[in-house]
């Protein structure tokens, strides 16, 4: 039982580009969340589902995108890579929606 | 506007003395609130929950308090272990939408000195 994985662990972009943080989780769980935690602050919502197939904005999506196509995986893309979009990804899932486990991360830079 | 506040950006503590991190909310529909724990390069982990429905939750060295006039939250650790070193978030259930959605604070660092 892996739990929530996040790929890459870390990635560096250049402003402008595109790319797909992966998420997968094998806990059978229907709630699944994105969220960004930039220095200093604490966790943002950018998008969530409540199962496969419904996907619903939180706090910060402007310049993301999501889809949930099967219950196990949650992709959060971001399309014209932006420096303001430089932080660390969390990616959780949970049978609930006040029971969230996350994974350990992605940390993306973009210059 | 930030809903959930921890103004203590970092707390040190000796070893077996008393860790306490508090937690205010400004917005009075909350009525569930947990703690999360986080070391560098993980994820966060859930560490101890409380309803509006009572003002104190226990578990183990862990034990959270509610202060709902106050709209203030607290998290008491005894004793204090080095292991507990790590990033403590306080978060907030906001109902609405599809689903309940977790507001979180800024997190506050606590360390604990051997």
């Known amino acids: 039982n892996a739990g929530v994985t996040q790929t890459p662990k870390f990635r560096i972009l250049k402003i402008g580009q595109s790319m797909t943080l992966q998420c997968a989780q094998d806990m059978n769980h229907n709630y699944m969340y994105w969220y960004r935690q930039d220095p200093g602050m604490g966790l943002k919502l950018i998008y969530y589902?409540?199962?496969?197939?419904?996907?619903d904005k939180g706090e910060v999506p402007n310049g993301y995108n999501v889809s949930r196509s099967t219950t196990e995986d949650f992709p959060l893309r971001l399309e014209l890579a932006a420096p303001s979009q430089t932080s660390v990804y969390f990616c959780?899932?949970?049978?609930?929606?006040?029971?969230?486990?996350f994974g350990p991360g992605t940390r993306l830079t973009v210059t | 506007d930030q809903q959930v506040k921890q103004n203590s950006p970092s707390l040190s503590v000796q070893e077996g003395r008393i860790s306490i991190l508090n937690c205010d909310y400004t917005?009075?529909?909350?009525?569930?609130f947990l703690w999360y724990k986080k070391y560098p390069a993980e994820g966060p982990t859930f560490l101890i929950s409380i309803s509006s429905i009572k003002d104190k939750n226990e578990d183990g060295r862990f034990t959270v308090f509610l202060n709902k006039s106050a709209k203030h939250l607290s998290l008491h650790i005894v004793p204090s272990q080095p292991g507990d070193s790590a990033v403590y978030f306080c978060a907030a259930l906001e109902s609405g939408g599809a689903t309940n959605k977790l507001i979180f604070g800024t997190g506050t660092l606590l360390a604990v000195q051997p």
């Open positions: 959780a899932s949970g049978r609930q929606d006040y029971e969230q486990y």
């Open positions: 589902s409540v199962g496969a197939g419904i996907t």
């Open positions: 917005n009075s529909m909350f009525d569930y």
